[in-house]
Structures are given as structure tokens and as C-alpha cells.
């Protein structure tokens, strides 16, 4: 397919969005043999998306994929525009007479609730809170976590869960080679934290942990891992056989342990559900009752039993999910909280594809799955897309020139962060870190961002 236009010209595709989806589906197109030009489009002056803002920072390893990243930004044809927010700066609308294509990957920025009581009370947090404060994301910077107390319970049995566990845990000699922010790092290594309980709602058979996640809470310097065997009884079919075989044998080794001695504990608790978070001004407790397991539709579903008991805390952090919030003018599934699509084809409530507009990762099939899933994920829908390219669904606008966009930013006084700005932020932060041994030391605040981002391009 290598000319799709009546000139030759590129065909153009805003990618809304800079985590791993949106930068698979830039790489994906700038692949094709077609040619394409990118301009990807993303709210905060930083790419990278969860792979900066959400992999913990004791993962280093997980993070060199943004080298895969740096590569695909690299290619001819793509441009970076950060500081720029779909639905503030510029509206679907714009971006369809923009480009000939759109696809949403803007992942899943909210978190689900308990819809409990006692929820909102001091020191009850959502996981995504204390992970984007962790990780320096600018709109978390001014959190304040007082983890001056003895015990906090994380609700969840996902990786998410087990990252706040351990993020908790770390010793102050583990978190300084990180990426981890200043004031985390501080917060942390000051914390008298005792014990951190993990519970589930259901048993370890259905936990949704990966088991190399799951084994490293067994090895950490500052902590030792506690599981009573009888939580590990009547563990119910497995969803997944092989990764729970995996994690229930981890579970077994952890259960077998005598206590250490570290100065902390992680304790799992399973077939529990919290029912209300109790507290004057701030949490005190957290009430669960017991559960069972039944199947209902061929799932094995968390049914409460009369019994309740109470954990003395003071901090809940609920990890039971991100979920995704829509866009103006695109259609949303409210109840999977993702935008209406088939295989990455954005339709309505009718089943109509919208024409031109496409979403790939969390925002087009939820939050799940690792890293490497959006790879797979973004490949399927710039097959959707060069399909409609190639049946002439694609109309493509010689007409529109690639400084429109620029033109129009300009002219609603918006102060875009180019691929060259993004990089002198990474300059600053590596350098900063470099004299530490540490990744990077984040810059934590809009302002910083900005200015460090306006500061060096305009130097260069
Ligand atoms: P997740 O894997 O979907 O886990 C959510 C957990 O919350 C499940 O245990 C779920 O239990 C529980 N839950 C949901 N509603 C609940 C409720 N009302 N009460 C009690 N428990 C409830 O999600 P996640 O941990 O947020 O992770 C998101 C994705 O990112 C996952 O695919 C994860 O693997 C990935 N991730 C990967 C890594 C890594 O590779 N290192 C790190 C972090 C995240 P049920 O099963 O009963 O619904």
C-alpha cells in the first residue's frame, strides 16, 4: 500500500495520548508502508504516560521500554505537542478537520471507588492518588501523606495493590538509587509503619498478581511477608491456572516463613470485603466482613457472609482499579468505562463506526494487561485504520497543511511542549539525578516542567 494519496502526501494521524498505547500506534504507523506523519498530543509536558507516572519506581526495568519510545520519536513524521488537553485546547472537532485520522489512547484516568462509608475520610486514599504523588506527576505533587502511623490496609489483590505495599515498605537504602520523588522518599523513610495487610476480596486463587510481583514481596530487606495457611484454604478454581499455580505455590513459601524480625510486616488476608471505614476526623479502623465464593455466570463471585471484623488503622488505600473517563462529543460506555469501539474502530450506541476516529490501550479495552499488551493492542487498530485507508473509508485533506494545528494552539494562547522541550526536562532531571546515582530527580510541578521545557529549547 504504498501510495494513498492523490499526491503522494503523508497521510496525518493525531495520537491523543503519549503512554505506551499511543506510542505503539505511532510506531505501528510510521512502519507502514505507507507513508504517514504523527503528531502526538498529550495533556501533561512529559510522554510516557504510566511508564513515568505509574510503574513503580523500584522497577527500573520495567521503565527502559520509553527507550523503545525515544526511538519511535525519533522516526521521520512524528512530532510531540505536550501541555496540549483534547476537550480544553482543542476539541475532537478540531482534530478531525486537522487530521485525516484520530486515535484516543488517553488511558484510564480516574480510579473506581468502594462506594463505602467513611470512604473520603482522612488517610482513606486511592492507590492511583499515592502512585502519581510517588511518581511526580504534577497534578499529585501537593498531596500530603502522613504515614505516621502503625498499621495501613491496602484493599485489592492487582499488581497495583502489591506496588503501594511495597513502595510503603522500602527501606530508605532501597529507594535512594529511584526515580521516586524527594518528598516520597522523605515520607517514606520517616514512616513508622508497622504492618501493611493486603485483602482480598476474593481467594489467592483468583488474585490477579503476576507471580514475579508476587515473590518480591518475599524479598525485601525491610519487611517480612506473613500468611496464615488457613487463608489458603478453600482456594477455589483457579481463572488463570498457570499464574495462579505459580502464586499459590509463592503463597505456600510465605506461609511456611518464621518472622524475621524486619521491622515490618505484609500480612494477606483473602475472602474479605471492606464495609465501611470508621474514624472522628481521620481513619481509625476498617470494618470487613468474611465472604464466600459462588458462581454466578461462570465466574466465581465475592458473596458476604454475617460475619465482620474490624482492623485497627490508619491508612486505607483502595487498588481496585482504574477506570476511564470519556471525551466530549465521543461515545462512551459508562459501564466499562471505556469509548465505544470495535477492534479500535470508535462507534456509536447504534454500532455505526464514527468515520476517521480509532482509540487503542486502557481507553479502548479497560485497565488491564501489562505494558507490553498495548503493543498488540495499538497493532490492531492501525490494522483497523490501514484497512479503511485501503477500502477508501480514509479521506484525506490535501488541503490542510501541518502548521494548522500549531497555528491554531497559537492563536488559544496555548503553550505547547514540543519533543525538544520534553527533552531538555529529561536533560535537567538526569543531570540532577546523576550526582546522586540516582535515574533522574523529577521535576514535581508544573512550573517546573514548563520552564525547564521553555528554558532549554529556547537555549538550543
Ligand atoms: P487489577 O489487576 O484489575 O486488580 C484489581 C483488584 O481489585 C482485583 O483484585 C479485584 O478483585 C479488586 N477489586 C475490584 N473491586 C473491588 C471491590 N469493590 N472490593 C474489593 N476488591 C475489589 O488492577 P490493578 O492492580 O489496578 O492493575 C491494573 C493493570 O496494570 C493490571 O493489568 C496489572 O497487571 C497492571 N500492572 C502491572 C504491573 C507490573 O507488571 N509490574 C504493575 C502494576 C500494574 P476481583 O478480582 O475480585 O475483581
New binding site residues.
Given amino acids: 500500500m504504498p501510495r494513498v494519496t492523490a499526491t503522494g502526501t503523508p497521510l496525518r494521524v493525531a495520537v491523543v495520548g503519549s503512554g505506551p498505547a499511543g506510542f505503539y500506534a505511532a510506531g505501528s504507523l510510521l512502519d507502514a508502508e505507507a507513508p504517514f506523519e504523527v503528531d502526538m498530543i498529550e495533556r501533561l509536558p512529559t510522554p510516557w504516560g504510566l511508564v513515568r507516572l505509574?510503574?513503580?519506581p523500584d522497577?527500573p526495568k520495567?521503565k527502559t521500554v520509553s527507550r523503545a519510545f525515544e526511538r519511535i520519536a525519533a522516526k521521520p513524521g512524528f512530532r510531540f505537542f505536550g501541555n496540549v488537553e483534547v476537550g480544553r485546547d482543542l476539541t475532537h472537532a478540531d482534530l478531525t478537520r486537522l487530521y485525516d485520522a484520530v486515535i484516543y489512547a488517553f488511558g484510564a484516568q480516574s480510579d473506581?471507588r468502594?462506594?463505602i462509608p467513611g470512604e473520603d475520610l482522612a488517610g482513606s486514599w486511592s492507590?492511583t492518588e499515592f502512585v502519581a504523588w510517588y511518581n511526580g506527576h504534577p497534578d499529585f505533587h501537593d498531596l500530603e501523606f502522613d504515614l505516621d502511623v502503625e498499621r495501613a490496609v491496602v484493599?485489592?489483590?492487582?499488581?497495583?495493590?502489591?506496588?503501594v505495599a511495597r513502595m510503603l515498605a522500602l527501606t530508605p537504602e532501597e529507594l535512594a538509587p529511584t526515580d521516586t520523588t524527594e518528598p516520597a522518599i522523605e515520607a517514606i523513610g520517616a514512616s513508622t509503619l508497622r504492618e501493611i495487610v493486603i485483602v482480598?476480596?476474593?481467594g489467592p486463587a483468583?488474585?490477579?498478581w503476576?507471580t514475579q510481583?508476587l515473590k518480591e514481596m518475599g524479598e525485601l530487606a525491610g519487611a517480612d511477608v506473613r500468611v496464615d495457611p488457613a487463608e489458603l484454604e478453600g482456594a477455589g478454581a483457579a481463572q488463570d491456572p498457570t499464574n495462579t499455580k505459580r502464586n499459590l505455590e509463592v503463597l505456600h513459601e510465605f506461609a511456611l516463613r518464621q518472622p524475621g524480625g524486619k521491622p515490618v510486616v505484609i500480612r494477606f488476608l483473602f475472602f474479605r470485603?471492606?464495609t465501611a471505614i470508621h474514624g472522628e476526623t481521620r481513619v481509625e479502623s476498617v470494618e470487613l466482613v468474611r465472604n464466600r465464593l459462588e458462581e454466578q455466570d461462570g465466574r466465581l463471585v465475592?458473596v458476604p457472609t454475617d460475619k465482620h471484623e474490624t482492623i485497627e488503622c490508619g491508612l486505607v488505600f483502595r487498588?481496585?482499579?482504574?477506570r476511564g473517563v470519556g471525551l466530549p462529543d465521543l461515545p462512551f460506555d459508562d459501564r466499562r468505562g471505556t469509548i465505544r469501539n470495535a477492534a479500535g474502530r470508535v462507534h456509536d450506541e447504534t454500532g455505526s463506526p464514527l468515520g476517521a476516529t480509532y482509540c487503542a490501550g486502557w481507553i479502548k479495552r479497560g485497565?488491564?494487561?501489562?505494558?507490553g499488551t498495548n503493543k498488540k493492542d495499538a497493532a490492531e487498530t492501525v490494522a483497523a485504520l490501514l484497512e479503511d485507508v485501503q477500502e477508501g473509508r480514509l479521506v484525506h485533506r490535501e488541503d490542510v497543511s501541518a502548521d494548522a494545528v500549531e497555528a491554531l494552539l497559537v492563536e488559544r494562547g496555548s503553550r505547547p511542549v514540543v519533543y525538544a522541550g520534553w527533552t531538555s526536562i529529561d536533560e535537567v532531571e538526569r543531570a540532577a539525578g546523576e550526582k546522586f546515582g540516582r535515574p533522574r530527580v523529577k521535576l514535581r510541578t508544573w512550573d517546573e516542567l514548563l520552564d525547564a521545557a521553555e528554558h532549554v529549547a529556547a537555549a538550543s
Avoid: K
Wanted: proline share 5%; hydrophobic share 35%; aromatic share 2%.
Fill in positions: 505509574g510503574v513503580a522497577h520495567l473506581r468502594l462506594g492507590a484493599i485489592g489483590n492487582g499488581n497495583v495493590a502489591l506496588d482480598g476480596r476474593r483468583q488474585a490477579s503476576t510481583e470485603s471492606p465475592a487498588s481496585v482499579g482504574y485497565p488491564t494487561g501489562i505494558i
